[in-house]
C-alpha cells in the first residue's frame, strides 16, 4: 500500500524533472551522482521506512490480537515491536523533512528548455565579475 509521503514525494520529483519515476530513475543509472539521484535515493529511503512502518504494525498486531494471551515473555515483544515501529516512524519523519525540504528549494525548468540535455551537459561557467575600481584617498 503506497503511503501518501512516499506518493507525494514521488508527484514532486516527477512535476520538478517532467518525467515519471520510473523513467528517471532509468536516465539516473547512465549518469553520474547528481540532484536527481540524490533526490531518487531520498525517496527510495522514504518509501524504505514506510515500509518498516508496515512490518512492524502488523507485527504488534499480531501480538495483540485478543484471543492472545500477554504474559511476561509477550510483553518484551511488545516492548520490542513498540520501540522498532517508533524508530521507523521517526526514520520515515526524518526522511520525508529532509526530501521535502530539498524539493522546496529547486525549481522546474522552463518548458521551452530540453530537460534530459539540461540533466547531462555540465552547467555554464559563471560570468566573469568585472573588476571593482581601486579605492584612492
Do not use: F, N
Request: charged fraction near 20%; aromatic fraction near 2%.
Amino acid at each position: 500500500m503506497p503511503h501518501p509521503a512516499s506518493t507525494d514525494i514521488a508527484g514532486r520529483i516527477e512535476d520538478l524533472y517532467g518525467a515519471p519515476l520510473a523513467d528517471l530513475e532509468a536516465h539516473a543509472r547512465d549518469q553520474p551522482p547528481g540532484m536527481l539521484s540524490a533526490l531518487l535515493g531520498m525517496h527510495e529511503a522514504l518509501a524504505l521506512a514506510e515500509r518498516s512502518i508496515d512490518v512492524h504494525r502488523a507485527h504488534l498486531a499480531r501480538l495483540l490480537q485478543p484471543e492472545r494471551q500477554i504474559g511476561p515473555h509477550e510483553v518484551s515483544h511488545l516492548l520490542d515491536g513498540t520501540r522498532r515501529l517508533a524508530e521507523a516512524v521517526a526514520g520515515r519523519d526524518v526522511q520525508a523533512t529532509s526530501v521535502t525540504a530539498v524539493l522546496q528549494s529547486l525549481a522546474r525548468v522552463p518548458a521551452s528548455t530540453p530537460v534530459w540535455p539540461a540533466l547531462s551537459s555540465p552547467a555554464p561557467a559563471p560570468p566573469l565579475a568585472s573588476p571593482s575600481p581601486a579605492h584612492s584617498r
